[in-house]
């Protein structure tokens, strides 16, 4: 069993910035991957960016360029740092840990961007 804590949304105005963290129970190096989604109301998930064992990265096109996944090995923390935020980056972001053959899954932080 994966448990996921997350923390740091908020409500910010368009233009700012905000840094989600989210701590994992097993060390990071015993996973797949991490990734934070997203799900904005009346929408399906989506993945916004993810980061592999390896360190390798990808990343929705609509938040490229403007957010960094990140990983602090020896806390197993995965952290999302979301610059230049906008209106349609208002969602439920999720914590997403994929290993030992599930997908595992925080409890969601709100972001809101105000225009």
């Known amino acids: 069993q994966v448990q996921l804590v997350e923390s740091g949304g908020g409500l910010v105005q368009a233009g700012g910035s905000l840094r989600l963290s989210c701590a994992a129970s097993v060390r990071f190096f015993s996973l797949n991957a991490m990734g934070w989604y997203r799900q904005a109301p009346g929408k399906q998930r989506e993945l916004a960016a993810v980061?592999?064992?390896?360190?390798?990265?990808n990343y929705a096109d609509s938040v490229k360029g403007r957010f960094t996944i990140s990983r602090d090995n020896a806390k197993n923390t995965v952290y999302l740092e979301m610059n230049s935020l906008k209106p349609e980056d208002t969602a439920v972001y999720y914590c997403n840990a994929n290993g030992y053959g599930l997908d595992y899954w925080g409890q969601g932080t709100q972001v809101t961007v105000s225009s």
């Open positions: 980061i592999s064992r390896f360190g390798s990265t």
